[in-house]
């Protein structure tokens, strides 16, 4: 199953369409029931997520079924030195006693930019330190541009890297980029499929600053109804069918919405078919550009 279970909804009121908050801790347990029922593994999280460790480890205590990802706190400071290596090494170790977990499968570097700050080094090499103890077993980056991402891997080996990817923002497959990191043998993970759910709100209840490119989500729409399928299998079948990505990062506010996505993920979309969907305004595929 290529699904992933994203978790900021657990620790923080997260998403542009979340009317809900939140999510309760009961829900939680019940959304991890159906995870764990339906071969959903990985679990990915951070530690500014809220309480979101927390939540996950009252549920996942003495449990190894599930593959746990969790990342680094972002650094503000403009050049990394050895007190950020031991905040790194310090929040990690938290994160664990909050997952209670003895380890994981794996840590993102938050803002893969740290990295590329003067003696980023020091951050991968404290990241490694965990991976030779044994405390994770893949090293990670989170980015959001092509030019960070070659920045980055061409200096520091990566076992993971995370990227938005979804039916309007397509640019990484189209470009060959996920192809070649296949060839480096890195592994995919996809988050912002829903552009934190704004692909699957009604176009009459669109926030006041997407209304400018509400002629991109009408003829996504457009276009779901023209295949006769839902908004939600759409993006979420572009998504399973790009052979390169391993995971799908979904965020989920309550169980119904983990069973919706279960049953929507094997709708079967051929990629050079929805290419006209494709677009490149970073002022609606960038979340960190919204108000």
């Known amino acids: 199953m290529k ?3 994203g978790t900021a909804q657990f620790g923080l009121d997260y998403g542009i369409s979340n009317q809900s908050g939140k999510t309760h801790f009961n829900e939680v347990k019940k959304i991890l029931d159906v995870a764990e ?17 927390t939540t996950i480890g009252k549920y996942t205590k003495n449990k190894i079924y599930f593959d746990i990802i969790t990342k680094t706190p972002s650094i503000n400071e403009e050049s990394i030195n050895n007190i950020h290596s031991k905040k790194i090494i310090s929040t990690f170790e938290k994160s664990l006693q909050q997952l209670q977990q003895p380890s994981i499968h ?13 003696n980023g080094e020091i951050i991968y090499k404290a990241i490694d330190f965990l991976k030779s103890q044994r405390l994770i077993k893949k090293i990670g980056i989170s980015i959001y541009n092509k030019q960070q991402l070659k920045e980055v891997i061409s200096n520091f080996d990566v076992d993971i890297v995370q990227l938005p990817f979804n039916i309007l923002d397509q640019s990484l497959f189209l470009d060959g980029t996920l192809e070649q990191l296949k060839k480096n043998k890195i592994e995919i993970h996809a988050r912002s499929a829903f552009l934190q759910g704004l692909l699957l709100m009604p176009l009459n209840k669109l926030p006041p600053y997407f209304l400018p490119y509400q002629n991109f989500l009408k003829k996504f729409e457009d276009y779901a109804v023209e295949q006769k399928a839902s908004k939600l299998k759409l993006a979420l079948g572009y998504i399973n069918s790009i052979s390169e990505i391993d995971k799908i990062i979904c965020g989920v506010n309550n169980c119904q919405h983990l069973n919706d996505i279960i049953k929507a993920i094997d709708y079967k979309v051929i990629p050079h078919d929805v290419k006209h969907l494709a677009i490149k305004d970073p002022s609606l595929l960038c979340p960190t ?3």
């Open 37 to 53: 029922q339906n071969n959903i593994h990985t679990i990915d999280t951070s530690c500014s997520y809220g309480d979101a460790e």
């Open 289 to 291: 550009n919204w108000p």
């Open 3 to 5: 699904l992933a279970l």
């Open 106 to 118: 794996g840590l993102l570097i938050h803002s893969s930019n740290d990295l590329l700050k003067p």
